[in-house]
């Protein structure tokens, strides 16, 4: 089985690793990193529990091979906290609205609310209704993620009120 270098960076910190080109970016990250957070469910692209982002986009890591990731860089659930382990705005709002139960999906959920929350439009609730449609979670019914995501993007002055997007339009 031949065996391919990769070179890239994750969640700041420069990376090398040597892998067979079969590996995906998910197994990659847990298992030749050592970066368990990312989750892996459906392992064929649909639940989402494995979102990172790749050069600023969510990136369902169990549909990209790890040799993809040459001079990427990725940023995954533990480049979130600061390095002394104090939440961040999004992480402390999951945590204050309940935004998870069994926590299976939350790095998936909280990876795609990150690239939700740093894009150059503000979110609103049509927005975020239909990116938070893409991930799968069975156990909180939805409602307090989304609780959880509007309170980050009010917190950050990200957030667009509906009523006051169509006064602007
Ligand atoms: S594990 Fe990747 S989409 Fe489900
Ligand atoms: S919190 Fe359990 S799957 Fe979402």
Redesign the pocket.
Known sequence: MSRHVVSFTVNGVPKRVELEARRTLADMLREDCGLTGTHLGCEHGVCG?CTVLVDGEPVRSCLMFGVQAEGCAIRTIEGLAAPDGTLNVLQRAFRTHH????????PG?LMLATWLLERDERLDEAALRHAVSSN?????GYQT?LDAIRAAAQELDRWEDSAAGEARR
Do not use: N
């Open positions: 529990a935004g998870l139960q069994c926590g299976f999906c939350t959920f799968l979670c069975r156990c909180t993620i």
